[in-house]
Every structure is written in structure tokens, then in C-alpha cells.
């Protein structure tokens, strides 16, 4: 949609060069059409640049959540990990203490086991003075005992055993059960600490693999999010430029309907002083000469993908792939009606042929002809280049009837 300022530009400019272009109106106005048609393709790609912008901040926004969730995540993982070695930590401390304890508690056993060879020693000397006092049932009692804890269970050797013996042997066999049960309970305690501590310590690793993927996953998401904010500013910046070629696009038409209404003014006091004015010829509206000694078409008139941004996907034209430096014809006679560049065409040519119909050739790397030149079917009137927004040299060939773009092989063949 072309702006209202703009078409008002259009129209006055139109209004001026039916003044002073009475045999090629029609062709003059094409060629304020195709400045339209730069504008609608900058409005286009400014559109286009917002709309990749917006996306892309909605895709940030999506970023920062996963990223704020992902933080979060970490934080809790932390937390549980904390809470974890500080178990672990406790489980330690006191598996230190029941060592202490241990400890302790053999040392004990061992005094008890000093204990009872001291008893032994007793017992010998008191086996020793019964033998040889004689007291052969005493000595007979004793050597039958297998072991001192079953000593006091043999009822018919109780009476045999004097109190004393019995007693210390007693005492002896109780301290030792005591030291025996009391290290059995701490080693069970010690296994069931270590377990617990195992399994805590394996609950723990498990976590920190968890925070270490979601680690990984926090710094994939922040370098997304820094290409994403990249890519946004690069749309601000292609909005930018996009707005700024707008404008300068409504500079350039303004201008030169300022100088359509000057030129009016002007032929209109020579007409008045009695000059004469000689219109410039438009050509006889034949065309049909193939624009390019090439003849590959590598993209043809109408809808298209495209991979450049902001290219037209209504392509109004036909692409011819050349070499770059190539020469470029003329499709038929008729007049230069404009030489110009433009961020999207590059350098282009616009020749009126007469009748309505106008072609214009560019992404031109240079022109052989100046702007007012007539010129004859054939002639070389530019060369091949890469100018503008394409990729790779080719020719970008229109043809415009009556103001509206045509498929230019309805009109020029090879």
C-alpha cells in the first residue's frame, strides 16, 4: 500500500509529466510506479524485520522462563545437596565416635583376657599346692572343667570349688559377655551407620549428576538467550534501515516531482513565449529482444521462495544467471527513462518503449547509456553485476504494461 504522502507525490508527479511528456504518460507513470514498488519492498521487509523481532521476543521471553525455572531448579538441587552432606557430615561424626568406642571397648577385652590369664595363674598355684598337700578330688574337679564359663553349670564339681574361685571365675566370665555383647551391638550400629552414610552419599551423587545437567542445560539456555538478543537487535537494526530507505524513497520521488513540476513550468513559458518543444520519443511499444547473451533462468516471474532477507517472494521479474561484466540489451527502441540505485535493485535501468510498456534491467555492476538517451533494439546499454539485495551476479529483467509488472516471457524470447 503505497502512503498517503507518496500518493500524492504519484499523483502531482503524473499531473507535471502530462506537461511535459505528452507521447509517453503512460510510461512516465510506470516509472513513478516502480519507485512505489521500491517502497512497498522496503515497507516489506521492515514488516518482516518486526515480525522476526517480535518472535524472537517471544521467544526470548520463553528463554528467560526456562532459564528463571532452571535456576530455580539448581538453587533446590543445592539445597537438597546441602542438606545431604550435612547428614553425611553427622553420620561421620558419629561413625568416629562409635570408632572411639571400639577402640575403648577392645582395650577392655583385652584387660579382661589379661584378667583371666591372671585368674589362670592364681588357679595354677593353687593346683600346684593341692597337689602337693594331697587334695587329689580338687585337683581331679579342675582338670575335668573344659572351659571356665561352663565351670559353675557342673553342679556335681560345685561343692568341689572353693567360694573364692568361683566367684572371681564368675565375675571373670559375666565381664567378658558384657565386653563380648557390648562390641557385637557397636559393630551392628557401625554397618547400619555405614549403610545409611552409603546410601546418603549415593543419594548425594545422584543429585550432583542432576545439578550438573541442569547446569549445562542453565548455560545452553543463556547462550540462546544471548544469540536471541542478538538476532533482535539485528532486526531493530534492519527495521531501521528498512525506515530510513522508506524515507528516502519519498525524499527522491518528492524530488523529482519537484523537478517535474519546474520542467512543466518551464516548457510551458517557452510554449508561451512561442518557443517550440520537441517531446522526447518513446519508441513504437514493440519489444522482443533477449536482454542477456546468457539464457539460464534462474528464477521466474511470480511467487517464490526465497533465502534472501527481505527479497520479494512476488517476484516480478525473471532472473537470467550471467557472468558478472557481461553486456546488457536494450529489448526494444525506446528511451532511458531513469538510471538509479536502490539498497534492493542495486544499480538499475529503466527504458520506455512506447504504448504503456516499459523494462527495467538491474543488480547492474555499470551503464553505457545516460538517462533521456534514445536507444535501438540490441543495443548494449549496461553490464551484469551483483548490486543490490541478491546473492551472486544475474540480471533481474521486468516488463511493465500500463503500470502493472508482467511475465516478461510473454514478451522477449531466446
Known sequence: MISRK???????LILAAALILPLGQSNFNTLSTVYADDYEDAK???????????EAEERLAELNKSAEDTQNAIEELDNEIIEYSSTIRELQDEENQLKTQISITELKLQNAYILEKNQYASMKQ?????????????????????????MTNQAEYVDKVSSYDQEQLKKLVSIKKD????????QEKMQSIKDVKAENEANQAALQVLQDGKKEKMAEVEGLIVDVNGQIVEYEEDIEESKAMMASIEAEAEARRQKA?????????SSDSGSSYTPIISGNGIIGVWPSVDTEISSYYGSRNTGIPGASTDHKGIDIAAYYGTNVFASGDGYVARIDSSYYRGLFIVISHGDGICTLYQHLSGVAVSEGDNVAAGQVIGYIGDSGNCYGAHLHFEVWVNEDPVDPLGYVSY
Open 126 to 150: 593353687r593346683i600346684a599346692y593341692a597337689y602337693e598337700n594331697g587334695d587329689v578330688n580338687y585337683i581331679e574337679a579342675l582338670m575335668a572343667i573344659e572351659d571356665f564359663s561352663t
Open 261 to 269: 513540476i519546474e520542467a512543466a513550468r518551464s516548457s510551458q513559458e
Open 44 to 54: 516489506k521487509a521492515k514488516e518482516e524485520a518486526e515480525k522476526k523481532k517480535a
Open 179 to 186: 565386653i563380648a555383647d557390648g562390641e557385637a551391638k557397636m
Open 6 to 12: 507518496l500518493f500524492k507525490g504519484t499523483v502531482s
